[in-house]
């Protein structure tokens, strides 16, 4: 798939992206053909600008997914940009003088682009909606998440804008009534003691719980697959529960939790919070030090946190403050010889933990900080970095 590179890049750069089919040609069923318009129509009326990919087309994507004013585009295979309601007119077989303007060709390379996202995303069908790089899932997952004003929750706790885009599509954005939505139950305002001792007990039932969308084994939404991993990758023992397969554990937790969208993280009970908050703890060394205080896990020496900190990235930083925001002139020195030679590395921020600040000293025989070290090994501090960087040797030294 010679364009994969950019379709990965571009789902990594855009905050909302569709995968979705750019024309309706006459092969394809109707079912098909109103998958992708329902989908687009469902992301449009969360009131957020998106990024629609042709799934012939990777290539050919380009910009936000805005046009003037904020509002939604898709940009077709010839590099022409509709709007989302153009584009789903078409889909919807209305012929109006505005959707003529969309009339994407389809290539050859149709197929290979289509069965690599298929096997990029471990997801069979398209359309499918990313956020933030991760996959939340295919139509029918999107359009029950709408209806019950998730996909919204969403959109607004990963800090994507919801801008309003005219007044039409302000309506368009509101929550749907019951009845507008033929008929289907809203999401309940209060738990009956029954329904709460039920959701106590699940929440209860293992020390690490996760409530998902689908399966450890087979997630059925990036969020919920990006959780997994972090639990898996720190050996962390855990239960988990599908909320797509009980509607009512499902709207009923957002109520007990007073947390909005999926997954969410609970351990001895207590809430963690979604799969940013869990990253952020994982990243930091947070969340082993919570489960060790909470028992969960023995509690880990100072030696062994050492050991892992200094090896959880192939070159890593230990610094004043964070690539970003350094707090001493040396660690910026540093970082910015490392940006410079273009190395990727991973930081700690010393400043944040009193124990590792002094317990890194003597575990590293060094007094002083930053400190780099490369696959668990010391390399130095500041001068010494700056030295190879001067003779050339700190780009190979990294990368041998």
Not at 268 to 281: A, P, Q, T
Not at 340 to 359: C, N, P
Request: hydrophobic share 30%; net charge negative; aromatic share 6%.
């Amino acid at each position: 798939m010679q364009r994969g590179d950019d379709s990965q890049g571009q789902l990594a750069r855009d905050p909302v992206v569709i995968i979705a089919r750019g024309k309706k040609p006459t092969n394809r069923s109707a079912e098909q053909d109103g998958a992708c318009g329902a989908m687009l129509a469902s992301a449009t009326r969360a009131g957020t600008s998106s990024t629609t990919k042709p799934d012939h087309a990777a290539g050919a994507v380009h910009g936000a997914g805005a046009g003037a004013g904020g509002t939604p585009i898709v940009v077709t295979d010839g590099g022409q940009e509709v709007t989302v309601s153009q584009f789903v007119a078409q889909l919807d077989g209305k012929d109006t003088e505005e959707q003529s303007h969309c009339s994407p060709s389809w290539s050859s390379e149709d197929n290979d682009v289509r069965e690599g996202m298929k096997k990029f995303s471990n997801w069979p069908t398209v359309p499918q909606l990313y956020c933030k790089g991760e996959l939340l899932g295919g139509c029918d997952i999107v359009i029950a998440m709408h209806d019950s004003g998730e996909l919204k929750d969403v959109f607004e706790e990963h800090n994507i804008p919801l801008k309003p885009q005219g007044s039409k599509n302000e309506e368009a954005g509101q929550p749907e009534s019951a009845t507008e939505k033929g008929g289907a139950v809203a999401e309940p305002i209060g738990l009956t003691d029954a329904q709460k001792a039920r959701l106590e007990s699940l929440i209860n039932s293992s020390p690490v719980m996760v409530f998902i969308k689908g399966t450890p084994e087979e997630p059925r939404c990036g969020f919920s697959g990006k959780l997994v991993h972090i639990l898996k990758q720190e050996n962390i023992p855990f239960s988990s529960f599908d909320i797509l397969s009980d509607d009512e554990v499902r709207q009923g937790l957002k109520v007990l939790s007073n947390w909005p969208s999926y997954p969410q993280l609970y351990i001895k009970g207590e809430l963690v919070g979604g799969s940013d908050i869990v990253m952020e703890m994982h990243k930091s060394g947070e969340l082993k030090k919570v489960l060790s205080e909470k028992g969960v896990i023995p509690k880990e020496s100072l030696e062994d946190r050492l050991k892992s900190l200094v090896s959880s990235a192939p070159v890593m930083l230990l610094m004043k403050g964070t690539p970003d925001a350094p707090r001493c002139g040396f660690s910026s020195k540093v970082v910015n010889a490392l940006k410079k030679e273009g190395v990727s590395f991973g930081s700690f921020d010393i400043l944040s933990d009193e124990e590792v600040r002094q317990g890194l000293k003597t575990y590293s025989n060094w007094p002083t900080f930053p400190q780099l070290y490369y696959k668990s090994e010391l390399i130095g501090g500041c001068d010494i970095v700056l030295e190879m960087e001067k003779s050339g040797d700190l780009k190979s030294t990294l990368s041998e």
